[in-house]
């Protein structure tokens, strides 16, 4: 009812991996649990956009808890989903620090330096799959919330993320749709390969996270995953989403064909050593509003992360990015047009202790550096701006399902 190859959304990872999850028989329904919780610290002392010190440090909680549950129907097979997350409430400030991070709206202007929180609903939709011939099955996915066939598998469901409290500065080149308002998805697969195509609503939620942000479908994207051997997982995607990203005030959100490229490696031993492995490419062209004139603007990101579980007890995770971010997504309103190329780099570790109720309490740290141009070393005190974070989580407990 869950095989291993699904991710986020209708994408795909590799099949050899770590199943996390609480599994359950209920009134019929095969029914999978999910879940984390990250209590973290953040200190990003070379942010210099905000005034008070006490800006610079910040306290918070990421957080969102999935239910997903199927039974046969027919000759295919019906499933239902849900995926809620408290961010509203536990993230503050219009989002968790997070130096060069951009994207959405709070208080009437655009995000920077800080990564947004989710919405209370991250997914509400269905699925029915169905065999059509021999290993040929085909599958529809449609909801209220969910993630389009569009980019890898998302940041907070990616094993290369593992262990990360932290979101990528790529996300808005890559995965930012996985919160759709609105949305349905039509897919082939055979155990090898699988083709998508979806409609569904582009826009970015509003700053209320609360509600459903409905919206007409009238964004398109397109998928093609191929997994030539369980250890990894090609795609390649593209879309067009109306009013998607947005903008400096007044000027209404503006429309982005989004191009992206992936590769996942996973590789999981029988002594319990697991690791992820995803590089991806993504390329955003749209119009930019600027405020004395708009213009057209096609701007590259490339995100490298892995993630290293030893023993079930010990996690080693790093990530690197480098992408094109227009000067007033950053508000560096005065350089007009132009396009900085920035870059983040992580590392982290985790300590994971004895599950309890098969709940993992883990505890972890990581530094960070931010890298910017000369043009802007000025806001971030100095071309390179260093970041730390220490954090407690807790997730389900992981378990292979190698030999099973």
Same mark, same amino acid.
């Given at each position: 009812?869950?095989p291993m190859?699904?991710g986020?959304?209708?994408s795909?990872?590799?099949?050899?991996?770590l199943?996390s999850?609480?599994?359950?028989r209920?009134?019929?329904?095969?029914?999978?649990?999910?879940g984390?919780a990250t209590?973290?610290?953040?200190?990003e002392p070379?942010?210099?956009h905000?005034t008070?010190?006490?800006?610079?440090?910040?306290?918070?909680?990421?957080?969102?808890?999935?239910a997903?549950a199927?039974r046969?129907?027919?000759a295919?097979?019906?499933g239902l989903r849900?995926?809620?997350?408290a961010? #509203?409430?536990t993230v503050?400030?219009c989002g968790?620090?997070?130096l060069?991070?951009?994207g959405?709206?709070?208080?009437?202007?655009t995000?920077?330096?800080r990564?947004?929180p989710h919405?209370l609903?991250m997914e509400?939709a269905?699925?029915?799959d169905?065999?059509l011939?021999?290993p040929l099955?085909?599958?529809?996915?449609?909801?209220?919330?969910?993630?389009p066939?569009?980019g890898p598998?998302s940041?907070?469901?990616r094993?290369?993320?593992?262990?990360?409290p932290?979101?990528?500065?790529?996300?808005?080149?890559?995965?930012?749709?996985?919160?759709?308002?609105?949305?349905?998805t039509?897919g082939?697969y055979e155990?090898r390969?699988?083709a998508?195509?979806s409609?569904f609503?582009g826009?970015e939620?509003?700053q209320n996270?609360g509600?459903l942000?409905?919206?007409?479908?009238?964004s398109v994207?397109g998928?093609?995953s191929?997994?030539p051997t369980?250890r990894?997982?090609?795609q390649?995607s593209?879309?067009?989403?109306?009013d998607?990203e947005?903008?400096? #005030?007044?000027?209404?959100a503006?429309d982005?064909?989004?191009t992206?490229t992936?590769a *996942?490696?996973?590789?999981?031993?029988r002594?319990?050593?697991?690791?992820?492995?995803?590089?991806?490419?993504g390329?955003?062209?749209?119009?930019e509003?600027?405020?004395e004139r708009?213009v057209?603007?096609? *701007?590259?990101?490339?995100?490298?992360?892995?993630a290293?579980?030893?023993a079930?007890?010990?996690?080693?995770y790093?990530r690197?990015?480098?992408?094109?971010?227009?000067?007033?997504?950053?508000h560096?309103?005065?350089?007009?047009?132009?396009?900085?190329?920035?870059a983040?780099?992580e590392?982290?570790?985790?300590?994971?202790f004895r599950?309890?109720?098969q709940i993992l309490?883990s505890v972890?740290?990581f530094?960070?550096?931010?890298?910017?141009p000369t043009?802007l070393? #000025?806001?971030?005190?100095?071309?390179?701006? #260093?970041?730390?974070g220490?954090?407690l989580?807790?997730?389900?407990?992981?378990h292979s399902?190698m030999?099973?």
């Open positions: 009812m869950f190859r699904e986020s959304g209708t795909w990872v590799p099949e050899e991996t199943m999850g609480v599994a359950r209920w009134a019929g329904w095969d029914v999978m649990l999910h984390v209590f973290q610290f953040v200190f070379n942010d210099r905000r008070g010190g006490m800006d610079r440090i910040q306290p918070s909680s990421t957080n969102w808890f999935m997903m199927r046969p129907a027919g295919g097979r019906v849900a995926a809620l997350s961010e #509203p409430w503050a400030d968790f620090l997070n060069l991070a951009t959405e709206m709070c208080d009437g202007d995000i920077h330096d990564q947004h919405d609903f509400l269905a699925d029915y169905r065999a011939r021999g099955r085909w599958q529809v996915y449609a909801g209220l919330a969910g993630e066939a569009l598998s940041f907070p469901h094993p290369s993320a593992f262990g990360n932290v979101a990528p500065i790529t996300h808005h080149w890559l995965d930012s749709s996985h919160i759709s308002f609105g949305l349905v039509a082939l155990p390969w699988k998508e195509i409609v609503n826009r939620p509003d996270r509600d942000d409905l919206a007409p479908l009238d994207s998928r093609l191929w997994m369980p990894l997982v090609l390649i593209g879309g067009h989403l109306n998607a947005a903008q400096f #005030p007044p000027q209404t503006s982005v064909t989004r992206t992936s *996942t490696y996973h590789r999981l031993s002594d319990g050593t697991f690791w992820a492995t995803t590089v991806a490419y390329v955003n062209a749209g119009r509003f600027l405020p708009a057209d603007m096609t *701007t590259h990101a490339v995100l490298l992360e892995s290293l579980t030893v079930e007890r010990h996690t080693w790093g690197a990015e480098v992408v094109g971010k227009p000067a007033h997504e950053l560096a309103h005065e350089f007009g047009a132009q396009v900085f190329t920035v983040k780099v590392g982290g570790y985790v300590r994971h599950a309890w109720r309490p972890g740290g530094v960070s550096a931010s890298v910017v043009a070393a #000025p806001r971030y005190s100095g071309r390179i701006s #260093p970041g730390f220490a954090f989580e807790l997730s389900p407990k992981r399902m030999g099973e």
